[in-house]
């Protein structure tokens, strides 16, 4: 856990473009990175995760990047579609159970 | 497998009133959180339990807000008395323990007048 820097906090693209959000983190203890997506009125939701131990994981449209050396990952959305407009955030897991989210990226896609 | 449930979904009190959250989480998930996220914000922790026992309550401002959650099961959050600024979304989370992924209810808006 600890501290957890997130950025943008807002991005605009049109649809069909890339969108990638980073964050870095400074827990080395640090071992697990989820990203979650919050829509209007509802509690946030896990939309992919990854361990230490791995670099990249992708499941179809949206990937993760981990870089453990420089302390920061980040999250791929390809082919964006104007539901994925809605705010997204990375959470740190590290050492002592602290669990710390994101600022969040508030993402739109225009149609 | 039925999600984490919360009660109200909506509360408006006036300052110094108290007031009560509820949560009950996925069956068998052993950590239980409690955030609040105020309008804009990301998510803040407020306390975290692992079964009944407390892991972290050290965001938790203590003079007014408690937690509990007997037998490991069901949570309750309570504020006594409310002030202006704990206007907020609350946010139960349930998980199977530490590192794994969490699982939102709804959350309660709590308004204060």
């Known amino acids: 856990g600890e501290n957890v820097e997130q950025h943008p906090s807002t991005l605009s693209v049109q649809e069909g473009d890339s969108a990638v959000i980073k964050c870095t983190y400074s827990d080395s203890a640090s071992n697990y990175f989820p990203w979650y997506k919050q829509e209007l009125g509802k509690g946030p939701q896990l939309i992919i995760d990854i361990r230490s131990n791995v670099g990249e994981k992708k499941d179809q449209r949206i990937a993760v990047t981990l870089n453990k050396t420089a302390k920061h990952f980040s999250l791929h959305i390809t082919e964006t579609q104007p539901e994925d407009s809605a705010v997204y955030f990375c959470?740190?897991?590290?050492?002592?159970?602290?669990?710390?989210f994101g600022i969040g990226t508030k993402l739109q896609v225009i149609p | 497998e039925a999600g984490v449930a919360q009660s109200p979904r909506y509360k408006i009190i006036e300052k110094r009133q108290s007031v009560a959250f509820w949560c009950n989480p996925i069956s068998g998930h052993a950590t239980l959180y409690w955030y609040q996220q105020i309008l804009g914000q990301g998510p803040k922790l407020l306390i975290q339990?692992?079964?009944?026992?407390?892991?972290?309550d050290s965001q938790l401002p203590k003079d007014r807000f408690s937690a509990e959650r007997l037998k490991g099961v069901d949570s309750t959050l309570k504020i006594q008395p409310a002030k202006l600024e704990d206007s907020a979304v609350y946010l139960c989370?349930?998980?199977?323990?530490?590192?794994?992924?969490?699982?939102f209810g709804n959350g309660t808006r709590l308004t204060v007048t």
């Open positions: 959470v740190n897991s590290g050492g002592y159970q602290k669990v710390t």
């Open positions: 339990f692992q079964n009944n026992g407390v892991v972290d």
């Open positions: 989370a349930s998980a199977q323990t530490y590192n794994s992924p969490l699982h």
